[in-house]
Nanobody, 124 residues
Framework: QVQLVQSGGGLVQAGGSLRLSCTTS????????MGWFRRAPGKERAFVAA???????DYADSVKGRFTISRDNAKNMLYLQMASLKPEDTAVYYC??????????????????WGQGTQVTVTS
């Protein structure tokens, strides 16, 4: 089993930055794929970024060049550094993890483990 606990988020003006953190515990060393998703009001949970064991990353087109996913294995942490934030980035953000790999890593259905979610609100 894997447990994910999120921190960070909050209220920021457009153009600002925030960092989300996700602390992992349990079978941390067995995690192969980690990701960030978000759910905006009235919308489905959407892919934001993924990090595959070995260092490969992928991003949704809407956040490329602005968001960075990273992992600190020594601290059992996953991060999402968000810059140049826009009002349309407002959402509840979730970290996710799975012990395997699939080409469907951008689908929330792939992930077995989820953080509790954290609100990010970007004002114009």
């Amino acid at each position: 089993q894997v447990q994910l606990v999120q921190s960070g988020g909050g209220l920021v003006q457009a153009g600002g930055s925030l960092r989300l953190s996700c602390t992992t515990s349990g079978r941390t060393s067995s995690i192969y794929t980690m990701g960030w998703f978000r759910r905006a009001p009235g919308k489905e949970r959407a892919f934001v970024a993924a990090l595959i064991r070995g260092g490969s990353t992928d991003y949704a087109d809407s956040v490329k060049g602005r968001f960075t996913i990273s992992r600190d294995n020594a601290k059992n942490m996953l991060y999402l550094q968000m810059a140049s934030l826009k009002p349309e980035d407002t959402a509840v953000y979730y970290c996710a993890a799975d012990l395997g790999y699939s080409r469907s890593y951008s689908s929330p259905q792939f992930y077995a483990y989820w953080g509790q979610g954290t609100q990010v609100t970007v004002t114009s």
